[in-house]
């Protein structure tokens, strides 16, 4: 039988628990991290924004797509970023009285990484959002693309009435393009200077050193710890590095601690 009900029912008043603890929000997003794995709709989009082959023709009005909300056990259907997604699979979640029945009908894209649940949150406009958001928005298309029909387009901000990609489709492409590759730097950076271990006692102060496995960057090399700073030199944190980048400028050796070990106490 179908397990997931019980679950359901625990986040059926997540909108509001969403209201009132938006530091939740931070761990909402970790809890789906990773839903979405990779295929990838569009790239196989025309540059001229017509819609590829194997790309829905049905063309939704907001309207129509509000008919779609799964009352007296009709179809449910719900709009990611213009995509309009048949969810009714997963009625318990999106039907009538459901945890997440707030998305169906409408396009509440930048609710699913604002956590904001309210009407004036469920709104299909991403403008403005982090990095963070538009790789959530990302792996939530990723998501409902594997795990979903994509059944058509809505005419809004998005596809025009044609289901023609409109100039706001390409910007929030670019976003998305944009916090992508940030975050494939920013992970090369991790890996390439990767958390020390640290612990703290009272009476001994702290104590940084370098593993195969610290900062949750699995390696076959240890790395001897180092300050490191940030490019406007506001912030500091422990790295372990290689030899070979220990002359990087970003980083600064530990007082008192030789230049070889693996292991430093850092001054009280
Ligand atoms: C930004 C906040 C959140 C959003 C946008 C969100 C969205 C969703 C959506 C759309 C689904 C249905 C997925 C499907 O179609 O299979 C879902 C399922 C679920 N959510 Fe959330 N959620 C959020 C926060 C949370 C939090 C904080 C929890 C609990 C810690 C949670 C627990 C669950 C569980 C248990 C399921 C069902 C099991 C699963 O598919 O993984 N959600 N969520």
Redesign the pocket.
């Known amino acids: 039988m179908n397990k997931?009900p019980n679950?359901?029912y625990?986040?059926q008043d997540?909108h509001e628990?969403?209201a009132k603890f938006p530091a939740?929000?931070s761990?909402?997003?970790w809890?789906?991290t990773g839903?979405g794995s990779s295929p990838k709709v569009d790239e196989a989009s025309p540059k001229d924004g017509s819609p590829a082959l194997s790309e829905p023709t049905r063309v939704f009005t907001k309207e129509e797509l509000a008919k779609y909300k799964g009352e007296n056990g009709a179809d449910i259907y719900l709009a990611l970023m213009g995509k309009v997604f048949d969810?009714t699979r997963?009625r318990d979640?999106?039907g009538p009285g459901g945890?997440?029945a707030f998305?169906s009908g409408v396009d509440g894209s930048r609710?699913?990484?604002?956590?904001d649940?309210k009407p004036e949150g469920l709104i299909d406009d991403i403008t403005g959002l982090g990095s963070q958001d538009y790789i959530g928005l990302r792996d939530?298309l990723d998501?409902?693309v594997k795990?979903?029909e994509y059944i058509g387009k809505l005419q809004g901000l998005f596809y025009d009435a044609d289901g023609k990609t409109t100039d706001y489709y390409h910007d929030a492409q670019q976003w998305i393009k944009e916090a992508s590759s940030y975050k494939e730097d920013e992970d090369l950076f991790k890996e390439k200077f990767p958390m020390c271990n640290i612990e703290y006692k009272p009476e001994e102060g702290s104590r940084v050193w370098c593993s195969t496995k610290s900062g949750g960057i699995q390696r076959d090399w240890v790395g001897f710890p180092r300050s490191l700073y940030s490019a406007d030199s506001k912030n500091i944190r422990c790295a372990c590095a290689q030899e070979v980048d220990l002359n990087d400028s970003l980083l600064k050796e530990y007082p008192n601690c030789p230049k070889d070990a693996t292991s430093c106490m850092l001054p009280k």
């Open positions: 997931l679950l359901i625990n986040t997540i628990i969403a939740l929000v761990l909402f997003k809890f789906h839903k969810v997963g979640y999106y945890g997440y998305f609710a699913f990484v604002t956590g649940f939530w998501f409902y795990d979903y």
